[in-house]
Each structure stands twice: as C-alpha cells, then as structure tokens.
T-cell receptor, first 113, second 111 residues
Framework: SQQGEEDPQALSIQEGENATMNCSYK?????LQWYRQNSGRGLVHLIL?????REKHSGRLRVTLDTSKKSSSLLITASRAADTASYFC?????????????FGGGTRLMVKP | KAGVTQTPRYLIKTRGQQVTLSCSPI?????VSWYQQTPGQGLQFLFE???????NKGNFPGRFSGRQFSNSRSEMNVSTLELGDSALYLC??????????FGPGTRLTVL
C-alpha cells in the first residue's frame, strides 16, 4: 500500500507559470524524495530532503518538509513544456536499514506551451 | 557510467506461466530494489537485495521472488502468473547514498 497521498492528482498550467504539488505521508521518515516519471518510463530522482531540514532548493525546484504535519510540497518555478510528467514523492522510513521507498500516488503535470 | 538496464523491455505471458526479469545495476552499486507499478495500486516496493542477500521485502505473495548475483545483477521471478500481475516492473540501484537510480522498466502483460 502507498505511504500517503499526493495532491492534486492532475495539474494543467501554462508555460512560465509555477506548479505546486503536495504530498502527505503517514510514518516517521529519514528523508523524503521527489521523482519524475515521463510517460510510463523509469523514474528520475529530483531532490531529497532530510527529516531535519525544512526547505531545499535545486535549480527551479523548491521542496519544503513539515514533519509535524507529515507533509511536503514541491514547487516548480517558471515551468516549461518539458516539465510535463508525473511527479512522485517517496519516503524512506525511519529505522529502516537499506533502501525501501514508499511512494505516493503521484501528480500528473501538464505544461501547455 | 552506463545506467541501470532491464531486460526484456516488454513481455507477454499467459496466466499460469512464470516469468524472469533481469536488472543490471550501475557499475559499483551493490543494492538493487524492485518495484511494481500498476494504475490501481501505484508504485509498490517488492524487495531489495544487497550483497546477494535480501535486505528488505514488501508485502507481496511468495509467487514473487528474487535473487542477486555476485556481480550485483539481479533477477526477479513471478510464478503462476495472474492477470493482476500485469504491470511495469522497475528496478533501481543505489551506491549507499539515498538517491535511487531507476531503469526503464519491463512492461509485463499477462493474458
């Protein structure tokens, strides 16, 4: 079963606008990661935020984490048509040795040129 | 370095058959994880292998199994296929950091 939910499930915006996706999870975590998937292909890692961090930036990406609310958000600024993809949050549960990500349901983002 | 490779990319099987999928991790990566992706259940963790040992296991029936070889290549096997096993199977490798590197996936269709 999935760790949590992503909101919205689908998002359609114009090129140049910002896109915000939200993720909620259920258990304590070591870190939370965001991945992108283009059209049923493999996932590409975007950014990781640790449980003791509140905000992180990478290029046009900004991620926030609120562990008290068990939620995270991903902001993509100045979106481009090439950003059209599905975006997933994934949590690495606290206390787990190794790699065992639990994914959210994903947000399908469409950026119109 | 070459990325994670998965073979075959597409597979069609019938109910009751078994299937073996292969994953070659990025050179030097010792951890290989497998995930199943379906429209209904989303992305679900199957299992993880590290140094030829299963380190983590998801909540899947015993029909799903895997192994890892000394060169870190991994295979997963599904026996007695069911229609619901139709999915994209993704493998990911990791080099002790937290980022996972995913392969392109194997699309399995069970008829």
């Amino acid at each position: 079963s999935q760790q949590g939910e992503e909101d919205p499930q689908a998002l359609s915006i114009q090129e140049g606008e910002n896109a915000t996706m939200n993720c909620s999870y259920k258990t304590s975590i070591n870190n939370l990661q965001w991945y992108r998937q283009n059209s049923g292909r493999g996932l590409v890692h975007l950014i990781l935020i640790r449980s003791n961090e509140r905000e992180k930036h990478s290029g046009r990406l900004r991620v926030t984490l609120d562990t008290s609310k068990k939620s995270s958000s991903l902001l993509i600024t100045a979106s481009r048509a090439a950003d059209t993809a599905s975006y997933f949050c994934a949590t690495d549960p606290r206390g787990n040795a190794g790699n065992m990500l639990t994914f959210g349901g994903g947000t399908r983002l469409m950026v119109k040129p | 370095k070459a990325g994670v490779t998965q073979t075959p990319r597409y597979l069609i099987k019938t109910r009751g058959q078994q299937v073996t999928l292969s994953c070659s991790p990025i050179s030097g990566h010792r951890s290989v994880s497998w995930y199943q992706q379906t429209p209904g259940q989303g992305l679900q963790f199957l299992f993880e292998y590290f140094s030829e040992t299963q380190r983590n296991k998801g909540n899947f029936p015993g029909r799903f199994s895997g192994r890892q070889f000394s060169n870190s290549r991994s295979e997963m096997n599904v026996s007695t296929l069911e229609l619901g096993d139709s999915a994209l199977y993704l493998c990911a490798s990791n080099d002790s950091g937290n980022e996972q590197f995913f392969g392109p996936g194997t699309r399995l269709t069970v008829l």
